[in-house]
């Protein structure tokens, strides 16, 4: 017998069960970004190891698995990955609690980047199969809010457990916290079916692709391909800012652990929060008139990240700088939710997990790799040349704004292609099998 479909009540519930996995991925990666301090007195570590902690190894590792687990994602059932990927990371996190040192804090650290390989391009992949296309960028939008909302738990709850029993204790408890959601995903996350919700014609024509023609696939598409170079480098002001934001309050506005904690977890958090739900919401709206505002809206918000940014680094008062922070805290966080949705519907869904995996890959390694690493290598080195001392970071922490520039020209250049790389679909089909108002679109070859 042909298996039932999930409801769209119960796509919800998935939806939520994929949010809660999120937020530990997100948790587990930004802990270590408020407990700096510590590790810098406690395992004696430079900014630049700091930064590669935070930056380039992991992402070099969470690139590099990103692609060959998306393939067993495309392949095999998504949920087994995901819940295998969860375990691995998970348990890594709890083993950094007991580093001794640079090195083996590196290995625990590459441990939860290969884990979290594993994360996006299955829940994406899902995703697209539980909700159809006019739905997908709210569903899309609703789970990225576990992005900032992680962030903020990592913020909140690990400068103050780091205050109160310490980063080793702290990193124990967080890591066995997520490894208790590994049952409950294998016991009530159901598996979609793939591609139900797209036209006839494309899940008939799926076949298995090699790497090389996956490849070019995405690469005929010139909007995915501005769109993902273009999250690629405000990732890169993102993970910069997230990265060093702590160690700045903490060194050059002496802002207690436990303020920080709550102060950075509101902005970053809240913020987050804020700019990836209404990045979503506004450019679904604005998109029902002219598709090219998925991309016009993160171009905007990339724009207006730069300035702010800027002053958050170069006021002297500690408080109006962190007001400052909330505009860049929200500004980059608008093009997760509306780029997601590009990128899925513009893939053919055997390829779901394969585009999302790209996108990681090049986000991952361009994003968090350099982000965080350039920064710490930047302070570094203007501490050591011209004797800044910890002023290094007011001066390292403003680069981190020409990459978004960089990025709000790519998006509009995406915009431009996208216009013309989507055509209405003639048909969709709700999970009752009746027709629905095609909101959103298939992709055809750039020429």
């Known amino acids: 017998m042909p298996r039932s479909e999930p409801s769209l009540r119960y796509s919800w519930f998935a939806l939520g069960l994929l949010f809660v996995v999120a937020l530990f991925n997100y948790v587990d990666r930004t802990i270590l970004s408020i407990m700096q301090v510590a590790l810098k007195t406690d395992l004696h570590l430079s900014d630049t190891q700091l930064g590669t902690l935070t930056g380039l190894s992991f992402a070099l590792f969470y690139t590099t698995f990103a692609l060959p687990v998306a393939r067993l994602a495309d392949r095999f059932a998504r949920k087994y990955v995901l819940t295998a990927a969860l375990a691995v990371w998970t348990l890594m996190t709890a083993a950094s609690g007991y580093a001794t040192g640079y090195f083996s804090l590196l290995v625990c650290r590459i441990g939860v980047g290969v884990g979290e390989a594993g994360c996006v391009p299955s829940t994406h ?13 709210l569903a899309m939008a609703v789970w990225g ?45 159901r598996e979609p079916t793939r591609g139900r919700f797209d036209a006839a014609d494309a899940g008939s024509t799926a076949r298995r692709r090699t790497l090389g023609e996956s490849l070019k696939v995405l690469w005929n598409l010139r909007a995915y391909r501005y769109l993902v170079i273009g999250e ?21 506005h002496h802002v207690p652990l436990a303020d920080l904690a709550t102060s950075l977890a509101l902005i970053t958090g809240g913020g987050g929060a804020v700019g990836t739900f209404l990045g979503g919401a506004i450019a679904e709206r604005m998109a029902r008139r002219d598709v090219s505002w998925f991309m016009r809206v993160p171009a905007i918000a990339a724009f207006l990240t730069v300035p702010f940014a800027l002053a958050q680094y170069f006021v002297g008062d500690a408080r109006l700088s962190l007001f400052c922070a909330i505009v860049p805290a929200v500004m980059v966080n608008v093009y997760m939710a509306p780029g997601n949705a590009v990128s899925q519907t513009l893939a053919p869904p055997d390829m779901r997990a394969f585009t999302s995996a790209v996108f990681v890959l090049v986000v991952s390694l361009v994003g968090m790799g350099c982000g965080p690493t350039v920064v710490g290598l930047l302070s570094d080195v203007f501490a050591d040349r011209f004797g800044l001392g910890d002023a290094s970071l007011r001066y390292a922490l403003p680069t981190v704004v020409i990459p978004a520039i960089a990025a709000s020209v790519l998006f509009w250049r995406a915009s431009v292609h996208l216009k013309h ?3 209405p679909l003639h048909a969709d089909v709700s999970e009752a099998g009746e027709p629905v108002e095609p909101a959103a679109v298939l992709p055809v070859r750039s020429r």
């Open 125 to 137: 992949s899902m995703i697209s199969d539980f909700f159809p296309r006019h739905r997908r960028a």
């Open 145 to 189: 809010l576990a992005l900032p909302l992680g962030g903020m738990l990592g913020f909140a709850f690990g400068g103050r457990l780091t205050a109160a029993i310490g980063w080793r204790h702290t990193f124990l408890a967080v890591g066995l916290a997520g490894l208790a959601m590994v049952p409950v995903i294998l016991l009530f996350l």
């Open 232 to 252: 690629a480098l405000q990732s890169w002001t993102q993970a910069g800012m997230m990265s060093w934001n702590a160690p700045f309050y903490s060194r050059l």
């Open 421 to 423: 790389e989507m055509a």
